[in-house]
Every structure is written in C-alpha cells, then in structure tokens.
C-alpha cells in the first residue's frame, strides 16, 4: 500500500507499506543482481549505508544456483541474510538484452542460456513462479523489452502482447499467492509500461495498466540510449495517468540529476548499476559532481573521496589511499568506492525526501541538478 505524505509540484514524499517493511518514498533500490552487491558488499553493510530494498535478479538467479534452489533454501531473504524489502525484476530485459537466439511467441519466449546455451522457455506463467520461488517482497510482470528506435506497428502489437502477458501475471500471482506451500503469499505485484518513444501508446497503456490490480507502475524501456531529453518527454507524458494511490518505478534509471529530474516529474523509485560499476572503475559521486579516483592530482590527496560525506570510507580512508589502491589493482580499492557511492545514492534520496517535506524541492532541484552533473578533475 503507497501512502502520500506530501507533494511538492509534482514530486512526492511517501511511504511504501510491503510485507518486509515499510519504504520511505522517494528512494534507490540497490542492485544486487545475483543476490549480491557487486563490490563485496554484505547484506549488514547495506543497511549502514542506508539502503532501503535491494533488487536482485530473475534471470540470472534462474541460471544459477536455480530458483529452487533457492526455495529450498527458505527464499532471498534467509539466502542472503537481508529482512527488508526485496524487488525482482521479471526476466524480461534480460531475456531480450543477453539472449543472442530468442523467439518471441503469444504463449512466451525461447532463448537459450547465455551462461551455457541451454535451451529455455520463459512466459508470464514461468516468470511469477520463479519469482514466487525467490519469495521477493515486489515481482515484476513479465514484458517485452523493445529496442528503440522500433517501427510503430510492432510496438503497438508488442505493447498489446505484454498487456495480455500482464493479465497472465496477475492471475498466476493469485494462485501461487493462494498455496498453501507459498514462500511469501503476500508477495506483491508491479505493471511495467510500455510504448518506445510514441506518447500515444505510451499514453494508453499507461490508461489500461492503472486500472488493473496490480500494487505498482513501472516505466520500462527508457535510458536506454536515448536522449535524456526524450526520456523526461515520456515521463511527463504518461506520470498523469498514472494511479495517485500507487508508487511509480523508473527502470533502470539513473544519474543523480536523473533521480532529481524524475523525482521533480513525480517518479517514486529508482534503480541503478551506476553507483557500483562507476565504483569499480575508480568514479565517485560528490556533492560537487563525480570525479575519477587514478587522477594524478590525488597522488597526494590526504582528504577523504567527499569531506561532506559520513559514509564508512570517508570517515577512514584518504583519496591517496585509494588512488594508491586502484593503482595496486588491489581489489579493496572498489570495495571502498562502492560504499561510499551507495552512501551517497541512499543520502541523495534522504536529502530529496527532506526537501519534498519542506516545500523546498523547486530550489534543491536547481541547485543539485546541474552541480552533480559536474565532472571534477
């Protein structure tokens, strides 16, 4: 159940009640794709670094160890030792994006693994009982990921496959959610709208989705090489059809001036492998913009990576370390860059939150917006 707390324009502070807890709104998911934080990050840490849901992965968790492995295992939660809220994604993006041989039918799709080329066969049916499985707090339904830019009539056939997909999903989540041997049976269910980059179809399944019973909206199939500009385009055009009663995800989204521009066009959720993989690559988030750790510059650099951070890495180890780290190739070096910038992500969301509650959210915007956009030497 999403409560609305306050709005600010068009942006939202809410909470989010789920089965393992409740979510203060807006926030950052934190990917773990194989039920786990790239970077060698535990389920404890995490929740020093703020994290509120960890999102871990259908398909790759499908592949190995097996979702029923994992149900025998008791599910994610006790798999991996976190008790918060955890979102699955359906499979979908992963099927369409790793998949070299696939074929797209009305009962699903074939494709073969892209671990050891096995041949497998996922539809909305195979996808809700893999996520019962993993007994994740938030599935997604099962959709087609379409690549952009597609030609409009296979987009609105596409668009109409993945809503009659939708109606699979919900009736097979009620009957899994109704067994008596069911992992989590309060276990919750997310839309995912579609459309490419065409507002009419966009604008319209967004309409056939918010009526449907369904716990959440995602917007799918965005940053994903299109222009920014294009993407807020889509987010203002379908967000006023969107049920006012229910949280809106941005997949796969994004930048922190992303978040923030999002945010300011009334999006709730986000996730992201930015803040990890940056990390791992030597590149932090600032409160001044990012900035590359093997830099010459920090060779001698006794300040920590933000000296407006708190996060564990800031408090204890200076740039010079961990440039000196990077250069090592020690693997330590992305170890630390990863706390720090989900400490920063997760204080982002915290900051937003805030500003939302004091009706300061149109300043917050213009100030962080472009000033995290910076790149620093």
């Not at 996808?127 to 379409?146: G, K, P, R, V, Y």
């Not at 009419?200 to 918010?210: E, G, L, S, V, Y």
């Not at 992500?345 to 915007?365: C, D, Q, V």
């Amino acid at each position: 159940m999403y409560k609305l707390i306050k709005t600010d324009g068009q942006a939202r502070r809410g909470e989010f009640i789920t089965p393992h807890g409740t979510i203060q709104a807006p926030f950052f998911m934190n990917v773990g794709t194989a039920a786990a934080i790239k970077g060698g990050i535990s389920s404890p840490e995490l929740k020093d670094l703020k994290c509120q849901v960890e999102l871990c992965n259908t398909y790759h968790l499908h592949i190995r160890p097996g979702d029923k492995i994992i149900r025998q295992m008791g599910g994610l939660h006790k798999f991996m030792n976190w008790d918060r809220p955890i979102l699955t994604d359906s499979g979908g993006f992963q099927v369409f994006s790793l998949a070299k041989l696939r074929k797209i039918k009305e009962e699903g799709v074939y494709f073969n693994s892209h671990v050891d080329g096995r041949k497998i066969f996922m539809g909305p049916e195979e996808s809700m009982q893999i996520q019962s499985n993993l007994a994740s707090t938030i599935a997604m339904a099962f959709d087609e990921c379409i690549e952009n830019p597609s030609p409009y009539d296979y987009v609105q056939k596409s668009v109409e496959r993945t809503t009659r997909w939708l109606c699979r999903c919900i009736a097979e989540m009620k009957r899994l959610n109704s067994l008596p041997d069911t992992i989590n049976p309060h276990q919750m269910l997310f839309a995912i709208n579609q459309g490419g980059t065409f507002d009419d179809i966009r604008i319209q399944h967004m309409k056939t989705i918010a009526d449907m019973e369904v716990d959440g909206i995602a917007i799918g199939g965005l940053a994903v090489g299109e222009p920014t500009e294009v993407m807020y385009h889509i987010i203002e055009q379908v967000i006023p059809f969107a049920p006012k009663d229910k949280p809106r995800y941005l997949m796969g989204v994004g930048t922190p001036s992303n978040i923030i521009e999002a945010v300011y066009r009334g999006v709730d959720m986000f996730d992201c492998v930015m803040p990890t993989r940056n990390a791992r690559h030597a590149t932090v988030f600032t409160w001044n913009g990012t900035t590359h750790m093997t830099n010459k510059c920090y060779e001698t650099d006794d300040r920590p990576l933000d000296p407006l951070c708190d996060c564990p890495t800031c408090r204890d180890f200076s740039r010079a370390y961990i440039r000196h780290l990077f250069k090592a190739e020690e693997m330590l070096a992305g170890r630390l860059c990863v706390q720090h910038n989900l400490y920063f992500y997760n204080t982002l969301m915290e900051k937003i939150r805030e500003a939302i509650e004091n009706n300061e959210f149109e300043s917050f915007r213009n100030h962080y917006s472009p000033l995290l956009s910076q790149k620093l030497s």
